[in-house]
Structure formats: structure tokens, C-alpha cells
């Protein structure tokens, strides 16, 4: 695929000349991407017209090695299922780890893009869908893509060892512990410092951001299943009705958020499904609720899951219902754990990147309640590794502010219609990861 070779353009800056030995780093790095986005934007409109589903990347995983073997990387594949390592040693230094993570979600395109995804396909859980980089993936991937050439062109100005990584099933929260559990950290240099970005939904194209501390939040997927004793609408005396029961858990629920837990401590419980009955005059035995249940710290997330189950047992106690009718409480796994951003390191780096993108285009964010399993990075030895991932904003300034003034609303993450200023997505998130590795890592 030709679009994966490195440009000659990034050959070309580098040359030894008079102008370039005068251009500090970042001067060349801005001047590289900017040489480069045609380019870069052909290999983004590929990764989003070819999306692939959770652990099934394959294509996406074989462009990533490519273009990292091309840089000069040493390149393992299928790490975790369809993970890549691409290590690059460049002397004594610390170990910096980049993330960015590859799939698509199972979602009909529906931006009218004229490389929008066409792809369907079946889940690892049997579901047939379309498929669409509904969350920006494509964009990561290719901003990964020019990090790489950027950081192997510039072995000079730094020194350490660089691991990027392309994971796969970010969004189903299997990617980050499977290739963890392949080795990650025993096969391949383990990181001081990991870095990564995601586009965001919220803020100007181009600008980047971070929170400090909390970034995203523990996600659980919860079921509950609530018995009854079913019969004749007509005569509900003789039943158990689960649907009043389960009316009555779903209204209880909000006191674990209203009533149970600090204000100051955010928390998120979500009854998104609600199913039971199948006709007018008949009271089912079997009512189904799911829910999503977000936090940000592992002692409130125990809390409220110990809650929905209390509180699941404790009306249908109420309720009459014998022992062996109790409802069945299931917390879906893997679940996804909070992404925490290392409060001094992320100041440090948000500081820096302010100096030199300017002020205006660097901010500190609030912590949000979506979910992102590139913390599971940092968990796997918190005590010594340092991380941040950064948002990049992917709006039209235009339409963002014409949104905060009342006009029409914007497309979220995983929107059918979520369509990011890919461009200035890719050259601001490709130049702050380059810049905060590089400055990691100073040549001594």
C-alpha cells in the first residue's frame, strides 16, 4: 500500500542543511506533519472506509506494522489477539509506551461521506451489523502511523526506548488486559511513561486537552433478572407481578446516586433496557432490566454494585416473593476500570504542550463518564508508571459554537453521523504525542 511508505517530504526536512540544523524540533515536526496531511489523509480515508469489529482487526493491525517496519521499528504482530509491538531502542533513557487502539463499532455509517464505511460484519457475539469508525479509531491510527515516522526520523533529538502499540477491542474493554496477559510487560520493555489521544465530540478541531486525575470512568454492564409468578391480568391477586417489582427496583436504583452517595463523588446508574410481557391481559412470571452503571474510584463502584444487588433482594422481599424467586443479579465482565491521568505528570505535560502549541489551543478538561480501557496500562504497575491520555478536539469551531448558542446539536461519539475534522485531528494529536515523547525522553 503505497500510502503507508514514509514521504520523502519527511526524508527531505531532515536532510543536514544550513535552514533545517537551525530549526529547533518542534519547528521541524510542525513542518513535517503539515508536509505530510495529504498523505496521512489517504491513509485515513482507507482505515474508515475498512473498519473492522472488536478483535477481528486484522487489515487495520497489517497497516500499522507496515508503517512502523518502514520506520525502522522491530515489529511483533498478534499480541493479544491482533495487537502490535513496534519497538524502536535509541540509547539509554526511559521507556515510553503509545497507545492508540484500532476497531470499529457495529454502526451504519451515516455521515454521507464519500469514503463512508460500506463494511458489515459479525461480532465476536454473533451479531451481524455494519460497521464505522464511529469513534474515531481511524484517526488514532493514522496520527500512530506519523508519530512513529516522526519519532524515527527525529532519533537524534532523543533518547530511550519507544513502544507503540495498536490494540485491539478498545471498545468492548478485551484489548488492553489481553495483551497484557500475552506479555506485554515481560516480552517487551516495560514503560515509565504511557501516552495516548482520543478525539473529541466536544472540543474545537485541533485543540488538545486533558484531565487531571480521574479522565474516564469504571464502566459495568448490569444485569438483572426478576421473577414473578405470572397469570390473568384480570385477577392479578393470584401473581407476583415482576414488572411492578421491577418498576420498583428501577425507581429505588436512583437513590444509590441521590441518597447513598457523596454529591461531590459522581456517579452514574442507567436503566437502558426494560422488557417483560408479551401480551395486554397477561401478567408474565419474568421481567429483564440492564443496566450501566459508571463510577470513578473502586471503592464507590463496589458500593453501588453491592447496592443494586441489596436493593434487587430487598423489594422483592418486600413484595412477597420467596427465596428461591429472588432476583439473579449479573455484573457483565470483562467491565471496563477507570482511566486515571497522573495529576503532576499530566500538569507537566499539558504546561508544556501550552508553550509550545500555544495557550489557546491546549486545556485542562473535566473528567467524563465514558469509558477506556488504556488505563488498565498504567494499572499494571500504578506505583511506577506515569500516564495521560489526551482528548483532541474534532468539531468545527463554527458549528461548535453555534451549537452552544442554541443551533442545531452535534453528533456524539459512537453517532451514526459522527464525522471529526479528521486533518486537524491527526496533525494536533500526531505533534502533542510527538512532542510530550520527545520530551520525555532528552537526549543527554
Known amino acids: ?46 482505515l474508515h472506509s475498512h473498519p473492522e469489529l472488536s478483535m477481528q482487526e486484522v487489515r487495520s493491525a497489517a497497516i500499522l506494522a507496515k508503517a512502523a517496519r518502514e520506520a525502522g521499528f522491530t515489529v511483533t504482530e498478534k499480541v493479544g489477539g491482533t495487537g502490535v509491538v513496534a519497538v524502536l531502542k535509541n540509547g539509554a533513557g526511559p521507556t515510553v509506551l503509545i497507545r492508540a487502539d484500532m476497531d470499529g463499532l457495529p454502526v451504519v455509517e451515516q455521515t454521507g461521506l464519500p469514503f463512508a464505511s460500506k463494511q458489515r460484519g459479525t461480532s465476536t457475539a454473533g451479531v451481524e451489523s455494519g460497521i464505522m469508525h464511529a469513534c474515531g479509531h481511524d484517526t488514532h491510527m493514522t496520527a500512530w502511523i506519523e508519530t512513529a515516522r516522526l519519532m524515527a526520523a527525529h532519533k537524534g533529538d532523543w533518547s530511550g526506548t519507544l513502544v507503540m502499540i495498536g490494540q485491539p477491542a478498545e471498545e468492548t474493554g478485551e484489548g488492553a488486559l489481553a495483551m497484557l496477559k500475552d506479555g506485554l510487560y515481560s516480552r517487551f520493555p516495560k514503560p515509565d511513561y504511557t501516552l495516548a489521544f482520543h478525539d473529541s465530540a466536544d472540543l474545537p478541531a485541533g485543540q488538545v486537552g486533558a ?13 438483572i433478572d426478576v421473577k414473578g409468578i405470572g397469570g390473568h391480568g384480570a385477577y392479578p391477586q ?14 429505588k436504583l436512583q437513590t444509590l446516586a441521590s441518597r447513598e452517595t457523596n454529591p461531590l463523588d459522581p456517579v452514574v446508574v442507567t436503566v437502558g433496557s426494560f422488557h417483560s410481557g408479551a401480551k395486554h391481559n397477561v401478567i408474565s412470571d419474568d421481567a429483564k432490566l ?15 454494585l453491592d447496592g443494586i444487588r441489596r436493593i434487587a433482594r430487598g423489594e422483592a422481599i418486600a413484595s412477597g416473593l420467596s427465596d428461591d424467586l429472588l432476583p439473579v443479579v449479573t455484573v457483565k465482565e470483562p467491565h471496563t476500570r477507570a482511566t486515571w491521568n497522573s495529576p503532576e505528570f499530566t500538569q507537566a505535560a499539558v504546561a508544556d504542550l501550552k508553550g509550545k502549541l500555544g495557550d489557546a489551543n491546549v486545556v485542562v ?7 477506556e480501557d488504556f488505563g488498565e496500562f498504567r494499572r499494571a504497575d500504578e506505583d511506577h ?3 495521560v491520555i489526551f482528548w483532541v478536539g474534532g468539531v468545527d469551531p463554527a458549528k461548535l459554537a453555534a451549537a452552544k448558542s442554541g443551533g442545531a446539536s452535534l453528533p456524539s461519539l459512537h453517532s451514526p453521523f459522527w464525522a471529526p475534522v479528521a486533518e486537524k485531528v491527526i496533525a494536533s494529536g500526531s505533534e502533542a504525542i510527538t512532542l510530550t515523547a520527545m520530551r520525555l525522553m532528552p537526549r543527554t
Do not use: C
Request: net charge negative; glycine share 6%; aromatic share 4%.
Open 1 to 46: 500500500m503505497k500510502a503507508i511508505a514514509t514521504p520523502a517530504a519527511v526524508l527531505g526536512l531532515f536532510a543536514l542543511s544550513s535552514t533545517a540544523s537551525a530549526a529547533t524540533p518542534q519547528e521541524t515536526v510542525s513542518a513535517a506533519i503539515s508536509g505530510d496531511v495529504p498523505g496521512l489523509m489517504t491513509i485515513y480515508r482507507d
Open 211 to 223: 484531565a487531571v486525575g480521574w479522565a474516564l470512568a469504571n464502566v459495568d454492564s448490569v444485569d
Open 238 to 251: 393470584t401473581t407476583k407481578d415482576p414488572i411492578v417489582l421491577a418498576s420498583a427496583i428501577v425507581m
Open 290 to 304: 440492564q443496566l450501566t452503571v459508571r463510577s470513578y474510584s473502586d471503592e464507590t463502584r463496589t458500593h453501588l
Open 365 to 371: 478538561t473535566p473528567s467524563v463518564m465514558g469509558g
Open 385 to 387: 508508571i506515569q500516564s
